[in-house]
Structures are given as C-alpha cells and as structure tokens.
C-alpha cells in the first residue's frame, strides 16, 4: 500500500479481496440503504442513467443483483457470513436514511482523518412518484429477491447501531444535535473549493498511478 495514502475507497474495496494482506491493520467502513430503496435507485438509474432499454420484469430477472448488499460484504449470498464480517472487520457502519449519525460516528472513530464532516444533499431523485408507482405494482416481488439484504439492514438498525452509540459515549446525542444544527449551511464554499483541489491534484493522479502498477487503466474504480 502507498505510505503517503490513509484511505482508500471505492465498489471494489471489499472484505475479502486480501486488503488485510497489504495492511494489516486496515479498518474499513460501510453504509447500508435500505434494500428496497436500493434496488429500485438501481433500477431507475439503469433506466434514466445508463438509458437501458430494460423492464422492470427484466430487471427483476438479473440474480446477480438480487441482495446485493451481503453480496458485497460476504462474496456470496451467505447472510451470517455477512454479519460476522461487520462485527470484526468494520470500525464503523450506518445506514443512508441516518446519515448524519453515521458521520458522527464516523468522526469519533476516524477524527484524525476529518474535521469537518458538513455537506450538502446531491444526486437525488426528481421524481418520487416513479419509485412509488414501481414499488405498489412489484415492491412484493423486490422484497423476495432481497430478503437477505433485508435481514441485513434490519441487524444493523437492531444490533450495530445500538452498540456503537453505547461505544461512542453519553455525548452522542448531544453531539449529533450539534452537528445536525452546524450543517444546515452546509460546508463552507473555502473548504468545498480546497477538497476539490486536493482530489484533484493528489488524491486523482496517485490512485491512477496506484491503478496503473496494477496493470489496470489509469481512470477507473476498483
């Protein structure tokens, strides 16, 4: 691993891909959304993204997609497997509809790495009523092919998420009313100019040199 980087992110940073043979002691983190949601974003994003010309029938017909999420963590459709590998291999994991609990979590584990842990919402879907006219006439039918990822998110609500509040201490709550009042402006346009900066002139320039050691192209995820 480069000695210069302190995180790495990306869809192929997973679990059981030999990190832990490169850096030991690599903590990794995680948000889950929930599976439903998910599926149909996915969906849509195919659709109104990617312009697939693809049904919902036919979508509803890709196994590969079905419980994607404990497919990421597990390498397999194998929920407990799943569960173990965010009780041990994970320092912090949230949940999308959350969001600002998991990044007070995540700053009270990773407050070396960030300070600053305002944003602002993007990338969200214009049209609501497309999602919930898809999940009125199929939301039966997602349900069964997620059953698993199901599960899953209902763990974390259940067993994860209470523990890591328990973890993070009596300030919590104090801290995350804090935060959710200090973010409705939103991070400081200063702040938004110098990250794209940095990402642009570092962070961009040494994960392709790190992706073109690798043999793969230089623009790209892993």
Not at 37 to 44: A, D
Request: net charge neutral; hydrophobic share 35%.
């Amino acid at each position: 691993m480069n000695p210069l980087l302190n995180a790495i992110g990306g869809h192929s940073v997973v679990p059981y891909n030999g990190l832990e043979a490169a850096s030991p002691d690599i903590r990794y983190i995680t948000l889950l959304r929930d599976p439903v949601q998910r599926y149909v974003s996915q969906y849509r994003h195919w659709v109104e993204k990617k312009h697939l010309n693809i049904s919902i029938q036919e979508f509803l017909e890709h196994e590969e997609i079905w419980n994607f999420q404990t497919r990421k963590l597990a390498g397999t459709n194998d929920l407990e497997t799943a569960k173990r590998c965010l009780e041990g291999k994970f320092a912090t994991v949230g949940i999308v509809e959350n969001f600002d609990e998991f990044l007070v979590l995540f700053q009270g584990s990773f407050g070396n790495l960030v300070s600053d842990i305002r944003y602002t919402v993007q990338n969200t879907a214009s049209d609501r009523s497309a999602t919930e006219d898809l999940l009125l006439k199929w939301g039966d039918d997602i349900r069964k092919r997620n059953e698993l990822d199901i599960a899953l998110y209902d763990f974390v609500q259940q067993s994860l998420l209470p523990r890591q509040r328990d973890q993070y201490g009596s300030d919590f709550m104090p801290n995350l009313q804090a935060f959710k009042q200090t973010n409705c402006n939103g991070p400081m346009m200063t702040k938004r100019y110098i990250d794209y900066l940095y990402r642009k002139l570092y962070i961009e320039p040494a994960t392709g040199l790190l992706r073109l050691s690798g043999g793969l192209p230089y623009k790209g995820s892993y």
